[in-house]
């Protein structure tokens, strides 16, 4: 893995996203539906105000439930709620020249799984603990078959 290469060589662009005024709801909704565990939280002008993670849905989910001792919870209250309310607001970012080294040093220093890449504040992308093992793999070496064949 070259730590050199740039974010934007591995990122991800095809991003789903949501507005803060979002429900609970619509995020679980999109995190089955989609298969994926962090969704970039954005304004109107595109421009990135959090991140909500399905670590966040399960955190609230556990602060209601010890609320009520462990008795049901107000789905209808929970669906209900908006994501401005349990996201994580002004997530830390990179920009799409910085360095993978840099995205896997802020990543592991700070235990994150996720981070958003902007351009002057403008989400372009999202680099994942996924992505980064992805990019680490194939860039491995290769041994060739002749290193592997009995003898």
Wanted: aromatic content about 6%; charged content about 20%.
């Amino acid at each position: 893995m070259n730590p050199q290469t740039p974010v934007a060589a591995i990122m991800t662009t095809n991003l789903i996203t949501v507005h803060m005024d979002d429900r609970y709801s619509k995020v679980e909704d999109v995190f089955l539906s989609h298969n994926i565990h962090h969704i970039p939280v954005v304004d109107q002008g595109n421009k990135l105000v959090g991140i909500v993670s399905q670590t966040d849905m399960h955190k609230l989910l556990d602060k209601l439930t010890s609320k009520t001792s462990g008795k049901s919870y107000n789905e209808k209250l929970l669906s209900s709620m908006q994501i401005g309310e349990f996201m994580t607001l002004n997530p830390l970012v990179i920009e799409p020249e910085d360095t993978i080294g840099l995205a896997a040093d802020i990543i592991l220093s700070n235990k994150l799984h996720a981070l958003p890449v902007v351009d002057d504040g403008t989400l372009v992308g999202l680099i994942t603990n996924h992505d980064l093992l992805a990019f680490a793999f194939a860039e491995s070496t290769t041994f060739s078959n002749e290193e592997y064949s009995e003898t």
